[in-house]
Every structure is written in C-alpha cells, then in structure tokens.
C-alpha cells in the first residue's frame, strides 16, 4: 500500500536500449586488432597495435558493443585522475552498421551513467568525431562552451 503513494524525486528518461542481438560489456577490452580496424573503418588512420593495446591497459574502463556475429561495432574508453576530470576517447560506432546513431546514444548514454555513479561532479571532456556530435548534443556536451577551443599536437 505504501509503495502505490511514493512519487518519485525526479522522472528520469529511460535509459536507451541496443537493438536485439547487440551486446554491450565492460568485462574485457576488444583485442588491438578489432579496436583498431572500428576505428580505421570510422575514418581514423591507422594506429600501431602496441600503441593501441597501452591505450587499453592504460585506461580506467571501456565498453564495446558486439553484434550478433560478435563483431566489434561500439566502444568508447575512460580515461581519468579518478577526482576531478574524466575523459572520454575514441568513442565509434561502424558506419556501415544499419544502428550507427542507436549504437552511439547507447555508448554515450551509458559511459555518462557510470561516470555519474562513479566520480559524481568531475568534469568530463571528449574528443569526437562529427558522427558522434549528436548523440553528445542530446546528452548536454557543448561544442566550444564560451569559446574554449581544444587544441592538439600530434607526435
């Protein structure tokens, strides 16, 4: 009887799901190989596989998302001090998967969720590629808040 007169502090959207069949994990990272090609195949260059694997190790957490067959569709890695900010890198999903825009809402969606549990008021930054602007725009990521403008340096 009690339940039915509890309202809840806040109405949180639902969260997005995958399509069926899609998987999505933070158990263990993809292989350098699988990461490597998602992201050559969403229009990064080529990346040394031992750079890659370091990446992976190196980071606090990631999530992938697999399709049906298994294959590497999604993924998205954190890296952070674990205080103040954390950042997210090489947030893809495969242009040539028919779910492109759901897989990235999901990566996006999900990542921001567990930041929030995990490290609540750090800042949180992101490179992203133009496919994944909307998906960041729909969870509140600004391009260039007050004309702050990221700046990078290849070595």
């Not at 298994?70 to 890198?89: C, E, H, K, Q």
């Not at 133009?130 to 403008?149: C, N, S, T, Y």
Request: aromatic share 4%; charged share 15%.
């Amino acid at each position: 009887m009690l339940d039915s007169l509890l309202i809840p502090f806040r109405s949180q959207p639902q969260a997005p799901a995958l399509p069926p069949g899609y998987s999505l994990s933070s158990e263990s990272p993809p292989l350098a190989e699988e990461l490597n090609a998602l992201l050559v195949a969403c229009g990064d260059p080529s990346r040394p596989l031992p750079r890659v694997e370091a990446a992976l190790q190196r980071s606090t957490w990631q999530l992938s998302v697999r399709n049906a067959s298994g294959a590497l569709v999604g993924f998205v890695r954190v890296t952070s001090d674990l205080a103040l900010n954390a950042n997210l890198w090489d947030l893809s999903a495969h242009p040539a998967d028919a779910q492109q825009e759901q897989l990235m809402i999901v990566l996006v969606h999900s990542a921001l969720s567990r930041l929030r549990r995990e490290l609540p008021g750090c800042s949180i930054s992101v490179a992203a590629t133009p496919m994944a602007q909307e998906a960041l725009k729909r969870h509140g990521f600004v391009v260039d808040p007050g004309g702050i403008r990221a700046m990078g340096l290849s070595l």
